[in-house]
Nanobody
Framework: QVQLVESGGGLVQAGGSLRLSCVAS????????LGWFRQAPGKEREFVGY????????YYRDSVKGRFTISRDNSKNTAHLQMNSLKPEDTAVYYC??????????????????WGQGTQVTVSS
């Protein structure tokens, strides 16, 4: 059982930056895929990006490409979501998630086995 804990959310003005962190309890995390999702009020949870832990390969949804960056710290079982040039439409609860097996291109909610509790990101205009 993997436990994920997010932190780093908050209120920021448009154009600002935030860095979210996700700490995983599982020691053998090296084979996992870690994904970031977000859910705005009244909307479905949507894919933001993922990192394949072993290779470091990343992938992002089009609307955040060039603004968001996912990285990992192997020694701390921690992943980060660096968000720059934030826009009001980025406002949502952000979740980190983990898939306990390698996959080619896991962008669906159903592709992930474990979820954190979420952290609120609010971008004011």
């Amino acid at each position: 059982q993997v436990q994920l804990v997010e932190s780093g959310g908050g209120l920021v003005q448009a154009g600002g930056s935030l860095r979210l962190s996700c700490v995983a309890s599982e020691r053998t995390f090296s084979t996992y895929v870690l994904g970031w999702f977000r859910q705005a009020p009244g909307k479905e949870r949507e894919f933001v990006g993922y990192i394949k832990w072993n290779s470091g390969t990343t992938y992002y949804r089009d609307s955040v490409k060039g603004r968001f960056t996912i990285s990992r710290d192997n020694s701390k079982n921690t992943a980060h979501l660096q968000m720059n040039s934030l826009k009001p439409e980025d406002t949502a609860v952000y979740y980190c998630s983990a898939r306990s097996a390698l996959a080619v291109h896991p962008t669906a909610v159903a592709s992930y086995d474990y979820w954190g509790q979420g952290t609120q990101v609010t971008v004011s205009s």
